[in-house]
Structures are given as C-alpha cells and as structure tokens.
C-alpha cells in the first residue's frame, strides 16, 4: 500500500558531496520512522540514518558528514553527505514506516517498506 522511492546516487571524488532524496506514497495514515540504509558489496545492510518524532539517529562512521531531514508534508526525507568517503560507497535504501488507512481513511494497520535503492560510489 506505501510506495518508497529513492533518488540521488551517483559517482563523487572523495570529498565531494550528494544529496539522496526519497518520497513515499499510498495509503499514509501516519509516517512514524524515515530514514537511511546502506549495503556495501560483501557486507551486512546498515542503518546510516534515521528520523523520528523524537529526533535523529546517525551510525558514528557519518556523525557530522550526513544529515538527515524530513519534510514531514511530502513524506519526503533527504541525507545530504558531505566529506564523502570510499569506504561510503555502497547501495543506499530509504525505510519507512508508519500506519496505512483503510476505508473511510480509518488507520488499518502498520506498514513497512523499502526502497529499490540507489547507487552511491565515492571514488578515492
């Protein structure tokens, strides 16, 4: 019932910077938790960035290069990268989660959904 689109990806030196960009459609009673994952040829899928209502939550590897924001009207959530780094390189996935209605726009149940993901590659 809830679509997740990503947007963004791409190819930067070390040091450079993007911006991801995604949005959610359908059935949206309530977004609870948008964020951020990655995963890295080889190696476990990992949060990298999440938004709540009650804040933000970075892994330590980006703390103070990525942020996270939310334009809570659009269901809409962005992570700027900055000082990117190779060891960055890696498919990112937008999460969301929250409540989808129903009929006669009653809350229906929880969902959760993920990206297709896209592809970000910092080259060294």
């Known amino acids: 019932q809830v679509e997740v689109v990503e947007s963004g990806g791409g190819l930067v030196q070390a040091g450079g910077s993007l911006r991801l960009s995604c949005v959610a459609s359908?059935?949206?009673?309530?977004?609870?938790?948008m964020g951020w994952y990655r995963q890295a040829p080889g190696k476990q899928r990992e949060m990298v960035a999440l938004?709540?209502?009650?804040?933000?939550d970075y892994v330590d590897s980006v703390n103070g290069r990525f942020t996270i924001s939310r334009d809570n009207a659009k269901n809409t959530v962005y992570l700027q990268m900055n000082a990117l780094k190779p060891e960055d390189t890696a498919v990112y996935y937008c999460y969301a989660s929250g409540t989808y209605y129903g009929g006669a726009y009653a809350p229906a149940g929880d969902f959760t959904s993920w990206g297709q993901g896209t592809q970000v590659t910092v080259s060294s």
């Open positions: 938004g709540t209502s009650g804040g933000t």
């Open positions: 359908g059935s949206i009673y309530s977004m609870n938790v």
